[in-house]
């Protein structure tokens, strides 16, 4: 038998090795989308795939850094006893990332600014799981501010894990003293989220404190805005989110944080019936999305920021327009 040309030899093999690389990516594909059916992430796994959805699924590159303070803050340098307050953020200088000083204060100047902005919270008014400063909620929020005429300065004085009780000490002891114009309180969650108390308890002294925050602004002429932070339960969850809900909450503790949420979104419009007090609920600012959005049950990365800003800003807008308040709240009012 006549031996078959080298070229036909060559072909066969060829045809035989690709066929061969085909199956092998086959096989590990198939491993691949068994591992994400059968293998369900937790902890900082799904921490880090939840923050990188947040840009793929909406066709986004994933910055390469991560979240400015590092998955679960694992960036920063820790928080410091504080007699007073409790604790606050520590001193740290991340180029473009994170800027705070000993106080725990982060700022950020605008040029001609009129204004000055004073935020108070926890964690998420701080900024957290943005990619770097210039994609913080505040960061975006000054930037539109500035573009409508309304340059402001922005303080933020947050702190990881704070909660109202925390806040109003930080308002009395620390906000005050920095002279803002406008005080921005965005929290909420914690409150309902950390501690053992029940909702009524929780939902009482939230407003308690609320009050009493509304009533120093008003003694110092200062415009209190209350901004109730996102919240995920209503979302149009993704199958990541999903997960995210389930290693946070029991059914219990989704009625605890709903039910409160709709009674501190009562409580805070009444709070703000009064001069110089307005409110913006942003507990929805992300029903809509059908991406991952959230990464935790209260953390979100870039896209989560923008969309905050763009909730905050024209609110922000009118109380700019409007002129300070011209005479003290009368505590318990």
Not at 99 to 126: C, F, K, M, Y
Request: with cysteine.
């Amino acid at each position: 038998m006549a031996r078959a040309p080298d070229s036909l030899s060559r072909g066969k093999r060829i045809a035989f090795t690709a066929v061969m690389v085909s199956i092998t990516a086959a096989a590990a594909g198939g491993l691949w989308l068994a591992k994400r059916l059968l293998v369900k992430p937790s902890s900082e796994a799904l921490n880090r795939l939840a923050w990188e959805a947040n840009f793929t699924e909406r066709g986004l590159p994933v910055p390469p850094g991560g979240p400015r303070d590092g998955y679960w803050g694992a960036r920063m340098p820790g928080q410091v006893k504080d007699a007073e307050i409790g604790w606050h953020e520590a001193e740290a200088h991340l180029p473009g990332v994170v800027e705070e000083d000993a106080s725990g204060l982060q700022r950020l100047e605008t040029p001609n600014a009129r204004e000055h902005l004073l935020i108070l919270g926890g964690s998420v008014a701080w900024g957290a799981y943005a990619s770097t400063i210039e994609n913080t909620y505040f960061a975006r929020l000054a930037r539109t501010l500035a573009a409508r005429g309304h340059p402001v300065n922005v303080t933020a004085l947050a702190a990881g894990a704070w909660t109202s009780e925390h806040e109003l000490k930080a308002l009395r002891l620390r906000g005050l003293a920095l002279s803002p114009d406008v005080v921005v309180i965005l929290d909420g969650l914690n409150d309902l989220t950390l501690g053992q108390a029940s909702e009524d308890e929780r939902v009482t002294a939230y407003l308690g404190r609320m009050r009493e925050a509304r009533d120093l602004a008003g003694a110092n002429g200062v415009h209190v805005v209350f901004a109730l932070q996102p919240m995920m339960l209503n979302k149009r969850r993704s199958a990541i989110e999903e997960r995210v809900l389930e290693l946070s909450l029991d059914a219990a503790g989704q009625s605890r944080v709903r039910n409160g949420y709709e009674r501190m979104r009562a409580g805070l419009r009444e709070l703000a019936g009064a001069d110089g007090v307005s409110f913006i609920d942003c507990s929805d600012v992300f029903d809509a999305e059908r991406a991952t959005t959230f990464t935790d049950l209260w953390h979100f990365p870039d896209p989560g920021h923008a969309l905050l800003a763009d909730r905050l800003a024209p609110a922000l807008l009118d109380v700019l327009r409007r002129p300070a308040p011209e005479s003290a709240i009368r505590p318990g009012s």
